[in-house]
């Protein structure tokens, strides 16, 4: 059994395929599905699926819960029911595609153990995440108290971590140094169709059997799939404004880094809203922020946002430095120099806007290292640095690479 929820962190990974998907749950589920993504090195593998165990206790203590809650025991089954019962998924109407699963197989609770089995064929969107996901926090996730809230912030973070990958790649298929700019970065708008909008937010539950049906045809209609549905909650624009989306985006205001404001989009003569634009500004980007995040901006090198976030992940930190880094470097050599510079990026970009003013290296990743440990960086009196001046040696890169992974 774990003894701590999170173990590295308050940063966890949550694939999109599991943000994007269309379901309707409880708080509870949404924040005991986020402690599990966030322990996910405490996901083994048994022959029932990928099986993840906590203490009730400390499920309680992590969101917060008091004795006022009732039985949390009753809540906990409630969830357990739900969360077993539910099939995920997405459609894409465009594509006339659609792929849906059953998340969690079994939930047993047992001697004050809570026990979750996770579907075998999901195991890349819950504990061996590559690419395709999204950085959250636990402490963020935790702190909503509406299951609207969380799924909108979700959603939100989502669309804005692709726009900034899309904007790398396009930056580095052009050769450039710099990526997205910050006005770009920083506040951009997206359109969400209200139907698409109220199932991916859990308003209309995707889960229903008339639901379903629409949704698993060949072109999905999200409009007919929520008109289908026999539980009509907030079906007015005016009720779903206020009760729904009027309130979410005031708790993703108070509680994370974005800020969120939103227009309804109409069509036809009546003015009948078909969607919603959502204007949002990420708060890293204002000075005056208290949830702003530590960030470098590069100046040679154009104007990458490159957050110091210490828990991030080994595979995030390597490619945060390929865009620093123009050459291209083997993976094992990335990570001798991350280990050279503490997991430290600021370090790792001054070194190299430092290398990139001499004359001529032989070797970079020898030359780099030295630099960083020797703490010359570009603010300090230009020099034409030779790697004579440094010690040339021969890293271990398993024995780094072991040694980054300790840290």
Known sequence: MPNN?????DNYKKSNFLITSKYKSSILENKILSIALANADDI??????LVY????????????ISKSYGSFYDKLDDAAKSMTGRTIGTSNKKNRTFDYISVVTRATSKDGIFRIIFNPALKENIIDIKDKFTVLKLSTMLSFKSSYSLRLYELLKDELQEIKWQQDREAIAAGKKNTYRQENLFK???SIGLAELKLEMGVVNAELDKVKRVLQG???DYEKAVASSPEQIFKSWSDFRRRVLEKATEEINEK???HVEFEADKAGRGGKVVGVTFIITDSKSNKNSPKASTEVLMDDLGDLDIV???DFDIDDLIDKVRLIISENLKTKEIKSILQAADNDISKIKDAYELACKQSEIDNLVGWMIAAIKNGYTATKKKKDYSYSDFDQNTYDYELLENELRAN
């Open 5 to 9: 929820i999170v173990k590295k962190g």
């Open 44 to 49: 083994h593998e048994e022959s029932e699926g």
């Open 53 to 64: 165990e906590i203490a009730v206790s400390d499920l309680k203590r992590k969101m917060n």
């Open 188 to 190: 951009y708008e997206t």
């Open 218 to 220: 060949k072109n999905p």
């Open 256 to 258: 994370t880094d974005l």
């Open 308 to 310: 110091e976030i210490e």
